[in-house]
Antibody, heavy 117, light 106 residues
Framework: QVQLTESGPGLVHPSETLSLTCTVS????????VYWVRQPSGKGLEWMGR???????SYNSALKSRLSISRDTSKNQVFLKMNSLQTDDTGTYYC???????????WGQGVMVTVSS | NTVMTQSPTSMFTSVGDRVTMSCKAS??????VGWYQQKTGQSPKRLIY???NRDTGVPDRFTGSGSGTDFTLTISNMQAEDPAIYYC????????FGGGTKLELK
């Protein structure tokens, strides 16, 4: 059974670093790419970056200077770190998987992050 | 970046109506498009992939069509459980989402 589960702090202070974890089950990180997508409160969806099945990473150019994605295949986890958080980074953060034949089929339940002092 | 423009941004419908929403890509994306349904407080749920393939378990009243730059999601017989925000997503290049169509019941 495929599952993706995001976890992380619910509250981050302005200028601090956000650290999120996507823990997956039911598939291998060496066979699927994992993407991070965020949704500012009441707004639409924005791709942030990806960890490819082969370990390569790519980032949304708008976030690239602040964003880092890594993984631990032995723990079935993908990590997101984003620094210099501001209030407009408040929203829900999702991870989703992509395979060639079935792009973005499963999504995590999301983790709500509030940036506030 | 490929911009995906959805229309309308919102619409009111009645149970039993035929509903059509559009997604236009700023450049050719082939059939690399999916449609997602998002209900309040939930994560996006994929309904359609590769522009016209319905996901397992998705009612056949949902139909996707199009290729290139113009895509359509049709709900043939609106049901009470269908109000949601619907998003298109292109993945021909780095993924980009449309702004969403909010579907509500009158």
């Amino acid at each position: 059974q495929v599952q993706l589960t995001e976890s992380g702090p619910g509250l981050v202070h302005p200028s601090e670093t956000l650290s999120l974890t996507c823990t997956v089950s039911g598939f291998s990180l060496t066979g699927y790419s994992v993407y991070w997508v965020r949704q500012p409160s009441g707004k639409g969806l924005e791709w942030m970056g990806r960890m490819r099945y082969n370990g390569d990473t790519s980032y949304n150019s708008a976030l690239k200077s602040r964003l880092s994605i890594s993984r631990d295949t032995s723990k079935n986890q993908v990590f997101l770190k984003m620094n210099s958080l501001q209030t407009d980074d408040t929203g829900t953060y999702y991870c989703t998987r992509r395979a060639y034949g079935s792009p973005f089929d499963y999504w995590g339940q999301g983790v709500m992050v509030t940036v506030s002092s | 970046n490929t911009v995906m423009t959805q229309s309308p941004t919102s619409m009111f419908t009645s149970v039993g109506d035929r509903v059509t929403m559009s997604c236009k890509a700023s450049q050719n994306v082939g059939i690399n498009v999916g449609w997602y349904q998002q209900k309040t407080g939930q994560s996006p749920k994929r309904l359609i992939y590769w522009a016209s393939n319905r996901d397992t378990g998705v009612p056949d009243r949902f139909t996707g069509s199009g290729s290139g730059t113009d895509f359509t999601l049709t709900i043939s017989n609106m049901q009470a459980e269908d109000p949601a925000i619907y998003y298109c997503l292109q993945h021909n290049s780095y993924p980009t989402f449309g702004g969403g169509t909010k579907l509500e019941l009158k």
